[in-house]
């Protein structure tokens, strides 16, 4: 691609006058450049040289022609990644109009008198680095709004655009936009930035950055744009980035592939803050900006040219010149090869003239112009020698012109609405590209239009008719913004200053203040905070927020009032000129009291000093000055008023004296009528003490006013005082005395609380000494003050006077004042030399200390003595308390052990002697063999019962089912009664069923025994051999064998060994199930896996029944019980019983129509009423079965949640595309579904309720409430709703079920969450070899000898590998399974069970694996008798100390003790023998010192295989033997727990016994009264009920006298007349003709439902015998043909009627 010559975005136009000027110049240099070009290369090489010489001659013209360039506007060709870049280079933003004020002041703008000056370096860089930034910003909006266009999806903000740009995700989308095979979505990492929101940048997050510039680099984009990865994901030049997206754009829009992007620069808005957080975003990182201007040139420079397709295309643009076809010439400049741009259709007109104008300009003068050469060329041009460019237009002259036309027209455009008045055309104008004005706010429109157009009118009334030009449009935007900035930023300021009034902030308001946008008065630093409280104070008042006004007078005033401030400290002259200003308003300001307001206003500021404000307010000195005034009038009335005073005092007068000091002018304080006397006496005692002619002052009469207020204080504290303490003398109280001696406010001299009680006996002593002298009880006290004035006080109503009348009586024989301070001086005296005494007192014990030693000897020797005496009354206390003391020791003890215990069950490593002291717990006692023993003869007992029951059951049914065959066909009872027989003898041999066993096997028969013990230990260990057998099986056959032997051969997993043995055999089968026949998620839930069925038939009849009961019975109940919850939600029922209601109720049939559909019923108001009804109580009561269920989680039986865990892990396996809820719901198909569903349904089938069977079970009201209830839930657990059709009343309740199947989700997932069954059951690798007791089975004959026969039927499925230990075991036992006889021996019943005591056959065999375990345990056990008896710090040290004889002697005791123990256990039960190998019992016989040496050689084995630690003197074994402390406390506790549950198992299974036999019960009840009615028929019958109706009745024997057995009768047919009646079918071997030689007997026998049939041909005779109870079943079980000697094929049904109408009808 070509470079060009101009920017799409020339930012002016050229002038009118020297627009021809400029093109001679330009065509005359470019001329000859193109012709040179053209002749020496084809290459693009001189292209590129010609445009390089181009921009040289742009510079020249900037630098010699500058005066040119201002008045013409010559375009600096300034290029954008926006438009097709030129590679011009010169800078030319400096006759660019600022779009900020960037001289002078506020005021000078608002005057207009604004004056051009010059900047400073550092407002220059300023000015620079802003525009930088707001350039840039620009940049970002322009990229930002490209990326939307391209992957139409909206951005953050432009200034939040870098961040969101860190992660890649927008890039790598872009990529996908123009390269989506190198940058395909699902390779976008966090494409939806999930992760970046929640944690941030990620390093994954550079994949993408690496995808985008793979995407660019498969465009073909140069790589001299690409930044870093780090630039990118570090953000260290995000300007970098937006450089290469600029050109990325550029690139793909001159391929065709993207939109072009957009130039904002001018047109795009920020504020202040976001231009100078940029800034110094830029400034921060100090990032070189990139050349944006510099894009298109780049691009050309390492991008190739073709030339001859631009020859091309300019030819064919002069050629539709030539030809003047103005519509022919556009469509040449829209070529794409003439890298024309900037076109408008709207100037095609223009375009056309002016490109004509110009090539016949150019001929012109290329007609007339000599050949000249360039200044750097040194190869001449010919004058002969022309060029095809001479006289055609170049591209860069097409572009010129095009440039030029558009911003010619566009200012033509804006004249024109202008005139017209137009705002929408003025606004297309004005932000045409064309222009590129910047600055444009759209909201100041209508002012562009009145300040153009004001200017427009201004130039026609000079006679300048022209257009305006586009400076003069870019001045007057410019003008108008500031006017209307103006306005805005007071508007700013004003709501700064009340925004920083409301948060107290006063350097906002300081701030806002010194704004010069908001041209305020000045204001001064100092008074900040007297500008911020006296615009508070303002604020407050107005109650409002403050306007523009009220602040620029406020700032007036306060800037005023600062002055005057300030002004205090100078000269007087000064602050009164201050005071006298205009603008402070203070009022009644009088030059003589400058002075005072000086002395007081320095006073105030003095008080103000601690204060936030130290300045004083205008209303503090408007004040001051107030208050002077008023002072200095006081003043001058104060004197005449004191000159007064003092003529009063010479003519001594106490009344006028106290009128005179009572005046309100004079101000005096503390003036009290009753102190008339006392003033005067002091004022004229004041006044004899100055000299002759002085008069007293004011100040002096208040001192003298205090001291006499003083003064009578004084004196009526001391007549108080005086009285207290007589008082107190004469009560006798030293407490009052003592307090009224110590008064705080008038305190008596030289007293000493110690000495109260002698003070008292001193004053009353005196006391009476004055009343002997005086008279007593008066009321008047005479008191004399320190000065000598004397009070008189009234001792009963306080009065105090200062002269003496004729009503006083003063009481002498109270103590005055000074003989109270006499006594007490005296007495303290007194007291003083007491404690001399007592110094004397210290001297001594001076001596004391001084003979320390001697008086230390002295008292040791005592003391010892003491001491010994009470040691030995402590002992005879001690011995005398002995029980006591035993007790404290032994809680002592036993805390002491509390914390050993602590140790060992919570310590990492226990210590050796907290082991040593509990190893002892690992022995087996009697207790433990006891319960062991006993807990196996339990769970054989329960097999048993639960083997019994299940019999019980099905012979009950098949009772149920003879009697009802009975009553339908009429058989005789003999047969129900026989069934009856058998039941109670099974019940006869239940006992001996559980002795029944290893007894029952015959010597011959031992070792085959023991190799079914190994075989089913194999079976019962390894579950795969299990789970392919039942999936080979034919389900009929697998469903029965699952029933008879699996669960016995996991003792229906009575303990946790079996139970953990169950559940890994029927994880196995299912993920075997899953992986081999599940082809679709689906056909678990539409088939019926056998693993699942074995899985729920399980635990809902036996481990988790419990539970399903314990959980639904109550509310099932509850709802059972309500009798007003009735769920119906089937209309049509609903309406047939609404019918059915009315016409019960009114006794006249309806005539609404009977058979209605469910649209039909629901028109009916009163059904719509009830289905609400029963739609409310179904949702209500699923909800309430919905929360049961959920919070009920923890009480699943754990296999069932193990069981969904293992089917979810293998779903996903086995279907990896499969989302977790499609899982799920498999799960909870299985969770829910099967296991809980249909006990909600039907819980009298499950036995989740107790149903009597008297009242006939659930109503179909009940049981149809159940069914929705279950319905609604099975619906939510599966996401399944309501849709149309039947249902589509209900779909009201797919929200709930909606909201449900959330809920279930999250039960499904939650029950998935359990442990593996080695931690719940705390199974491993030990378990085995440490089983105290050897697990057993009890198995009947016929299913061993079933389950033998099965494995060596499917021998090669379920083991392929011949080498597999299975067939080893089933060689031992021979090809074929025995019968019952070989097994057993003759006599014995195929249902005797056998007690099977399962071990394995290789126990004895040491292998490389089994070995070290094995050594592990024998260590452990050898570790154990060690440490009991040899004690140490570790077991190293154990192991090396020496043992002693008396250690070996325990040891053997030891070892003894616990031998006998194992004897007893044996006895008891032998398989408590083979619990312990011969090896184990020869170990714990060897001596203790050479178990030492044994243990020392194992643990070394040990430690070298990596089975045990070295570390810490094998401090690994004694954690492990403190792991088996605890857990073989765990395993006592949890054993006495089984032995609780087996007992209650045994009796809920003896409940169910007895439910059985009282059903049994029942049908006895009934077969006996048919027995009754039996015999009362057979009185009344009058012959034998043995009939035949075919001819001659052959009698085989007659009834001998006296007998009343019946007659044995012979019916005869032949096939013929059998074959007419349907019931001979046919005959194999036989035609049809040949029938009638075949003849059949049918003969009656001793038991009446048995008969002899018998078949001859000629001489050929064949007998066949034909039981009635198996015709019967046969027709049960809907068989309709048999065959009778294997030929003949008999209808059943008809030879059953035969045989009921020729034997059992009665006459």
């Avoid at 609405?417 to 429109?445: G, V």
């Avoid at 009353?764 to 008189?792: C, F, H, I, Q």
């Avoid at 769970?939 to 019980?952: C, G, K, M, T």
């Avoid at 049994?1560 to 028929?1577: F, W």
Wanted: aromatic share 8%; with cysteine; net charge negative.
């Amino acid at each position: 691609m070509l470079r060009q010559m101009f920017s799409r975005d020339e930012e002016d136009v050229f002038g009118t006058d020297y627009s021809r000027l400029a093109r001679t110049a330009y065509r005359t240099r470019h001329a000859s450049l193109t012709t040179r070009m053209m002749r020496q290369s084809t290459t693009g090489s001189l292209l590129k040289q010609t445009c390089s010489n181009y921009n040289s001659l742009g510079r020249q013209s900037s630098n010699g022609n500058q005066s040119l360039l201002n008045h013409t506007n010559i375009p600096g060709f300034r290029s954008r990644s926006s438009s097709v870049s030129s590679t011009a280079s010169f800078d030319s933003s400096w006759f660019k109009p600022s779009f900020r004020a960037s001289y002078g002041s506020i005021d000078d703008l608002e005057s207009g008198d604004v004056t051009d000056g010059h900047m400073t370096a550092d407002e220059m860089d300023q000015k620079r680095k802003q525009n930088m930034a707001y350039e840039y910003l620009c940049h970002l909006e322009e990229a930002k709004k490209w990326i939307e266009a391209c992957i139409d999806e909206e951005l953050p903000a432009t200034t939040e655009l870098e961040e969101n740009l860190q992660n890649g995700v927008l890039l790598a989308k872009l990529g996908h936009f123009f390269a989506p095979k190198v940058v395909p979505l699902k390779r976008i990492y966090d494409k939806e930035l999930t992760r970046f929101k929640q944690s941030g940048l990620h390093y994954r997050h550079t994949d993408n950055v690496v995808q985008f510039f793979g995407a660019c680099e498969n465009a073909g984009l140069p790589s001299i744009f690409y930044p870093d990865t780090s630039d990118v994901y570090d953000r260290k030049n995000m300007p970098k980035l937006i450089y290469c997206i600029h050109a990325l754009s550029l690139f793909l829009h001159k391929l065709g592939k993207a939109p072009l992007i957009m130039d904002l620069v001018g047109t795009a808005q920020f504020s202040e803050e976001e231009i100078s957080a940029m800034r110094a975003e830029l400034d921060k990182y100090g990032i070189q900006m990139p050349a944006f201007g510099k894009i298109g040139g780049i691009l050309a420079n390492e991008m190739p040219v073709d030339e001859a397709a631009l020859h091309a295309a300019v030819i064919a643009i002069n050629d539709a010149l030539d030809r003047d076809d103005q519509q022919g010439t556009f469509h040449a400049l829209s070529n794409p090869m003439a890298l024309l741009t900037k076109l408008d259709d709207n100037f095609v007109s223009a375009y056309h003239e002016a490109l004509r104008s110009a090539k016949k300009m150019k001929g012109a003068d290329s007609s007339t112009a000599e050949p000249k050469s360039c200044e750097q060329d040194t190869v001449s041009v010919k004058t002969e020698e022309k060029d095809i460019y001479d006289v055609i237009l170049t591209q860069a002259e097409i572009q010129a012109e095009i440039s030029v036309t558009n911003l010619k027209q566009t200012l033509k455009e804006a004249d024109n609405a202008l005139l017209e008045r137009s705002l929408s055309k003025l606004k297309s104008s004005l932000t045409s590209s064309h222009l590129k004005l910047l600055n444009i706010n759209l909201d100041n429109l209508e002012s562009y239009l009145d300040a153009l157009l004001k200017l427009h009118e201004e130039r026609q009334g000079d006679g300048d008719f022209s257009l305006l030009n586009k400076q003069d449009i870019q001045d007057t935007i410019n003008s108008v913004n500031m006017d209307c900035n103006f306005e805005y930023q007071k508007n700013i300021s004003v709501d700064k200053i009340n925004k920083a009034l409301n948060s107290r902030n006063r350097d906002a308001l300081f701030e806002a203040l010194y704004d010069p946008k908001a041209k305020y008065p000045p204001v001064l630093n100092f008074a900040s905070d007297l500008y911020f409280e006296e615009f508070a104070v303002i604020r407050e008042d107005k109650g409002e927020d403050l306007v523009y006004a009220e602040v620029h007078g406020g700032v007036k005033v306060l800037t005023a009032v600062a002055k005057v401030n300030k002004a205090i400290s100078s000269s007087s002259e000064e602050l009164l000129a201050c005071l006298n200003e205009e603008d402070v308003h203070i009022m009644a300001v009088e030059a003589e009291n400058i002075t005072v307001y000086q002395q007081d206003m320095t006073s105030a500021l003095q008080n103000k000093q601690e204060m936030t404000n130290t300045l004083l307010t205008h209303s503090e000195l408007q004040e001051i000055i107030d208050v002077a005034n008023d002072n200095v009038k006081t003043e001058q009335t104060r004197l005449k008023l004191v000159e007064e005073i003092n003529d009063v005092l010479s003519n001594a007068n106490a009344e006028d004296l106290f009128v005179l000091l009572t005046n309100e002018a004079l101000q005096f304080e503390n003036v009290f009528p009753e102190l008339a006397v006392l003033y005067y006496n002091c004022l004229a005692k004041l006044k004899n003490s100055h000299p002759e002619g002085q008069s007293l002052r004011w100040n002096e009469i208040q001192s003298a006013i205090n001291l006499a207020d003083a003064q009578a204080a004084h004196g009526i504290l001391v007549a108080k005082a005086v009285t207290a303490i007589n008082d107190a003398v004469t009560e006798a109280s030293i407490d009052q005395l003592c307090s009224a001696l110590t008064e705080q406010e008038l305190k008596v001299k030289n007293v000493n609380v110690n000495c109260c009680k002698h003070y008292l006996e001193k004053l009353d002593e005196a006391r009476k000494e004055r009343s002997n002298n005086g008279k007593e009880g008066a009321e008047w006290l005479n008191v004399e003050l320190p000065d000598g004035t004397e009070m008189y006080y009234n001792l009963v109503n306080g009065e105090h006077r200062w002269e003496v009348t004729d009503d006083m009586i003063f009481d002498s024989s109270l103590l005055t004042w000074d003989e109270i301070q006499k006594c007490v001086k005296k007495t303290t005296k007194a007291w003083v030399k007491g404690v001399q005494q007592k110094k004397a007192y210290k001297t001594r014990q001076k001596l004391f200390q001084a003979n320390e030693g001697s008086i230390i000897k002295i008292q040791s020797a005592v003391r010892s003595f003491l001491t010994r005496k009470a040691y030995k009354n402590r002992l005879n206390f001690l011995a005398n308390q002995s029980d006591s003391v035993i007790k404290i020791q032994a809680a002592w003890r036993g805390k002491k052990t509390r914390s050993d215990y602590q140790s060992l069950m919570f310590a990492e490593y226990p210590p050796l002697n907290v082991v040593r002291k509990f190893a002892h717990l690992l022995d087996q006692s009697d207790t433990d063999y006891a319960e062991e023993i006993e807990v196996q003869k339990q769970r054989q007992e329960i097999v048993a019962a639960i083997r019994h029951n299940q019999q019980l059951e099905k012979d009950a049914s098949n009772m149920d089912i003879k009697i009802g065959l009975l009553v339908k066909n009429r058989i005789t009872l003999e047969e129900v009664v026989t069934h009856e027989g058998k039941m109670s003898k099974k019940e006869q041999g239940l006992a001996c069923a559980v002795s029944a066993g290893l007894d029952s096997l015959n010597k011959e028969s031992h070792e085959r025994r023991k190799a079914y013990e190994h075989l089913f230990y194999q079976l019962q260990v390894e579950p795969q051999y299990l789970a392919r057998l039942i999936l080979e099986m034919p389900q009929q056959q697998s469903t029965k064998f699952i029933e008879s032997v699996i669960l016995t051969l996991y003792n229906y997993a009575s303990n946790p060994r079996d139970e953990y043995l169950l559940l890994k055999l029927f994880s196995t089968s299912l993920r075997q199930e899953i992986m081999q026949s599940i082809e679709n998620m689906t056909d678990i839930v539409t088939g019926t896996p056998l693993a699942i069925k074995m899985v729920v038939d399980f635990h809902r009849n036996a481990r988790g029944h419990s539970y399903l009961r314990d959980m639904l019975n109550p509310l099932i109940t509850s709802l059972l019980e309500d009798t007003s919850v009735k769920i119906n939600t089937n209309p049509t029922e609903v309406y047939k019983n609404w019918v059915n209601q009315q016409e019960t109720d009114s006794g006249v049939p309806s005539q609404l129509p009977y058979d209605v559909t469910n649209e039909e019923a629901l028109k009916h108001k009163e059904i719509q009423e009830l289905m609400e009804e029963s739609i409310q109580q179904l949702r209500s009561w699923s909800d309430k079965f919905l929360s049961l269920i959920l919070s009920s989680l923890d009480h699943i039986p754990y296999g069932m949640r193990y069981i969904s865990r293992v089917m979810l892990q293998s779903l996903t396996q086995k279907f990896p595309e499969a989302s977790e809820k499609d899982i799920l719901k498999i799960v909870g198909n299985l969770l829910y579904y099967r296991y809980i569903n249909s006990t909600i349904a039907a819980p009298d089938a499950y036995d989740i309720i107790d149903i009597d069977i008297e009242k006939g079970g659930l109503t179909p009201d009940q049981r149809r409430n159940l069914g929705s209830i279950a319905k609604i839930l099975q619906f939510a657990a599966s996401n399944k709703g309501f849709g149309g059709g039947d249902s589509q009343h209900l779909a009201c309740l797919n929200s709930y079920i909606k909201g449900s199947h959330e809920k279930f989700k999250q039960y499904f997932r939650k029950a998935c969450d359990v442990p593996d069954p080695e931690v719940h059951f705390n199974i491993n690798q030990y378990t085995e070899a440490a089983l105290v007791v050897k697990p057993r089975i009890s198995i009947s004959a016929d299913d061993l000898i079933n389950t033998h026969a099965k494995l060596l039927e499917y021998r090669a499925k379920i083991a392929p590998d011949s080498l597999d230990a299975i067939h080893e075991l089933l060689e031992d036992l021979g090809s074929a399974a025995p019968t019952v006889e070989e097994l057993m021996g003759s006599g014995v019943n195929k249902e005797d069970e056998i007690c099977l005591i399962l071990s394995s056959k290789h126990e004895g065999v040491e292998d490389a694996k089994s070995d070290l375990a094995s050594l592990l345990i024998s260590t452990k056990q050898l570790t154990i008798d060690i440490i009991r008896c040899q004690p140490g710090e570790n077991l190293t040290e154990v192991l090396d100390r020496e043992t002693s004889e008396d250690q070996e002697l325990q040891h053997r005791s030891m070892i003894s003790l616990q031998e006998q123990v194992d004897a007893r256990a044996v006895d008891k039960d032998a398989a408590v023998s083979r619990a312990k190998s011969v090896k184990e019992k020869s170990e714990r016989k060897m001596p203790l010192k050479d178990k030492k040496v044994k243990v020392k050689e194992d643990l070394s084995k040990l430690s070298g295989a990596g089975f045990i630690s070295s570390d810490s003197h094998y401090q690994a074994m004694m954690k492990l033997i403190a792991q088996d402390i605890r857990n073989q406390r765990r395993y006592r506790a949890a054993r006495r727990q089984d032995l609780q549950k087996l007992a209650d198992t045994k009796a809920n299974l003896q409940k169910k016994k007895l439910f059985f036999e009282s059903q049994i019960e029942y049908y006895n009840t009934y077969v006996k009264a048919c027995m009754a009615n039996m015999l009362a028929a057979g009185k009344r019958r009058s012959r034998s009920s043995y009939v035949s109706t075919s001819s001659p009745i052959e009698e085989d024997q007659k009834p001998k006298k006296g007998k009343k057995e019946p007659k044995h009768q012979t019916i005869k047919y032949t096939a013929a007349k059998l074959h007419e009646r349907g019931i001979v079918l046919e005959i194999d071997g036989i035609s049809p003709n040949q029938y009638k030689n075949v003849q059949f007997e049918i003969s009656t026998t001793v038991d009446p439902a048995v008969f002899q049939c018998t078949a001859k041909v000629l001489t050929v005779s064949e007998t066949h015998t034909l039981k009635l109870q198996e015709l019967l079943q046969l027709q049960y079980e809907g068989v309709a043909v048999m065959t009778l000697f294997d030929r003949a094929k008999i209808n059943v049904n008809l030879l059953i009627h035969l045989l009921n109408k020729k034997f059992y009808i009665t006459k």
